[in-house]
Structure formats: structure tokens, C-alpha cells
Nanobody, 124 residues
Framework: QVQLVESGGGSVQAGGSLRLSCAASGYTFSSYCMGWFRQVSGKEREGVAVIDSDGSTVYVPSVTGRFTISKDNAKNTLYLQMNSLKPEDTALYYC??????????????????WGQGTQVTVSS
């Protein structure tokens, strides 16, 4: 079955950087839509970035220019490089996967498989 395991969260001061990783197994990693989402307690989960099977990416406007999503198909691993972090980036970050649309033109929502989440805390 699909398994997604996030790592790399932690606490950092505003302006700092973190890199999240998501180790995937149980499916053909290269052919799925992959994405990062985040959720603050009491609020709805928000799509942060997604990447297609061909490497095309989409970002929520609030992270464009600061975050970079990437993947290594040989390692079945998804990454999120987060730079210039702000306190409002504080959230529980989730890795997600879905075979929708054959892995192309992936939207910032509608994913069916989720990891357990990793906490990111940015202090001012």
C-alpha cells in the first residue's frame, strides 16, 4: 500500500531555511501527482506546492519565490526547500500523493494519500 513518511521539520527563526523530505513507497512514484500541504490548528488544510510526473510545478502565491518543490524518482523521495521562512509559515506540513490525471496537470487539492505530517515552527 501507499506509504508516505515526512521528515525535516523543526524550529527556525524568521528568515531561516528548512528542507522537508518525504520518503514514498508502495506505488510507482514517478507517475503520481505529488504535493506538500500544510495545516494550522483550527484552520483548513492548504495546498503549498505540487509537482507533476514530468516535473512541472504549481505553488500557492504566498510561497512563490521562497519555496521549491522537487523530487528524486530514483530515490522515491519528494522534497520541499523552504527559504526566507516567515512566522505565518508555521504549520503541520503533509506530503501527499495521488494518481489523478495520470500524474499530469496536478491541482493543489484532491489528493488521496497522506503522510503523518511534520511540524514546522518559525519564530519572529
Amino acid at each position: 500500500q501507499v506509504q508516505l513518511v515526512e521528515s525535516g521539520g523543526g524550529s527556525v527563526q524568521a528568515g531561516g531555511s528548512l528542507r522537508l523530505s518525504c520518503a514514498a513507497s508502495g506505488y510507482t512514484f514517478s507517475s503520481y501527482c505529488m504535493g506538500w500541504f500544510r495545516q494550522v490548528s483550527g484552520k483548513e488544510r492548504e495546498g503549498v506546492a505540487v509537482i507533476d510526473s514530468d516535473g512541472s510545478t504549481v505553488y500557492v502565491p504566498s510561497v512563490t519565490g521562497r519555496f521549491t518543490i522537487s523530487k528524486d524518482n530514483a530515490k522515491n523521495t519528494l522534497y520541499l526547500q523552504m527559504n526566507s521562512l516567515k512566522p505565518e509559515d508555521t504549520a503541520l506540513y503533509y506530503c501527499a500523493a495521488d494518481p489523478m490525471y495520470g500524474g499530469s496537470r496536478c491541482p493543489l487539492g484532491g489528493f488521496g494519500y497522506w503522510g503523518q505530517g511534520t511540524q514546522v515552527t518559525v519564530s519572529s
